[in-house]
Structures are given as C-alpha cells and as structure tokens.
C-alpha cells in the first residue's frame, strides 16, 4: 500500500449521477463498494463531501440571498449528503463515523481531530461534514485543512474527469492530460485544480493531490495501492 491514510475529496455534484438535482442511491451504493476495497486493506479513510447537488452559497448570492445566509445553507447541504454516504457506508458493512464542523449532536460528532484519528486507526471512516464550518471558504479547503490536521499522506480529489489537462477536455478534444505536475507548475499555466485557497494550502503544508475518476471502477484501490492514476501534483 502507497497511501496509509488518505483523505477522499468528492464533489456534492458526484452523488447526483445522472440525476440534475440531489442523491442517486445507485451512485452511492458504488462509492461505497469502492470505498469498502480500501477498508478492506486496512487503508485509513477519511471523506470530505461538498454540498453542490443541494446548494452553494454563491449561486444563493448571485440571486441576490445574503452570501452568509447561503454559506451556511451550503454547509448544511454537506451534511445531508455526509449522512446518505455514511448511510451506504454502513448498508456496505463499513464502520464509520461522522463528524461536523457546526454542531448538531443529533446527528453527528462534533470535529474533534483526537477523536478522527483514533476512529481512523480503529478502522473506521471518518466523514467531515459542514466544511470548514465558516462562510467564505470551499469544501476543496476544508478537505485539505482536515487532511492536512488528521496528517493524511495524501489528498484524492474525486471527479468525473480523468486527471488535470491543459485546457477543459469537456470542451476542447485536443486537450493533454498531464501525469503529474509540481504546484509550481499548476501556478504557472493557471491550471485549476482547487480554489487557490486550498491550493496554497496543501502546497504550503507540502500535502500531494491525485486528481482522478472516481467513476471508473477500481482506480481509487490502484491509486492507494501505487499506481499511476489521473495528476499527481507534488513538490
Ligand atoms: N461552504 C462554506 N464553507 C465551507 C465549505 C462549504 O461556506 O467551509 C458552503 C459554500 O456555500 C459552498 C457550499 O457550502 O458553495 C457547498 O460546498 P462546495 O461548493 O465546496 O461543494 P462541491 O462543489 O464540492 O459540491
């Protein structure tokens, strides 16, 4: 095993599928058996969550709502999907735990980096939902800030493309993908691979990024095991 600890980054947007809004169940039930692979490999898995499918504070600002007020309902929107992928985790046989940065004991833990670790080490997988529990800020960084406070090896950004290309595959069929990058590099071809707060984040805190497919079945198991998946970005 390359990675010992890890720290999974998906998209809100992940979970729709081929929906246009909310939670697929079947998209949740596969992440779910891709996760169980790494558990069952003894890899330590933490999940940041987004909540895009549900709500962004930007979006609510844009149609003039209070940016504050949408931020938190952003955040509220992670925990409600922190809780269906804590539900298929556990419907797959997997311990787990979740832990939120806005306090809600009903539901969940409240983030206390102690407790995190030593579920991780017990085995089980640890979701941090409400991102970073303040407005203003990504769940891109709040995965990086957890992943750089439980001393994840490495930071696993789940998309729906392959890894980080020189312009957007999506739109552009000539587009090269890269292998793997220095963050100096991404800084100089203004390559995007988070928002640049969590970007200068883990370049600061020296914390690796795989950007990959979380949809092709089987990659997340290769990535920990070595192989060489979509970018690595590294020092
Ligand atoms: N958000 C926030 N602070 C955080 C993390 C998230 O205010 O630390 C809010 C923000 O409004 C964001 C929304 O929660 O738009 C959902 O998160 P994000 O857009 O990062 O989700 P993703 O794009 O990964 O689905």
Known sequence: ??????LLKLSGEALMGNRSYGIDNDRLKEYAAEIRKLVDIHCEVAIVIGGGNIFRG?????KGMDRVQGDYMGMLATVINGMALQGALEDAGIHTRLQSAIEMDKVAEPFIKRKATRHLEKGRVVIFGAGTGN?????????TLRAIEIGADVILKGTRVDGIYDSDPEKNADAVKYNSLTFEEVFEKGLKVMDMTAFTLSHENKLPI??????????LLKIVQGENIGTLVNI
């Open 1 to 6: 095993m390359k990675y010992k600890r890890i």
């Open 58 to 62: 930007l979006a609510g600002a844009a």
């Open 135 to 143: 407005p203003y800020f990504t769940t891109d960084t709040a995965a």
């Open 210 to 219: 795989i950007v990959f497919d979380m949809n092709k079945e089987g990659n």
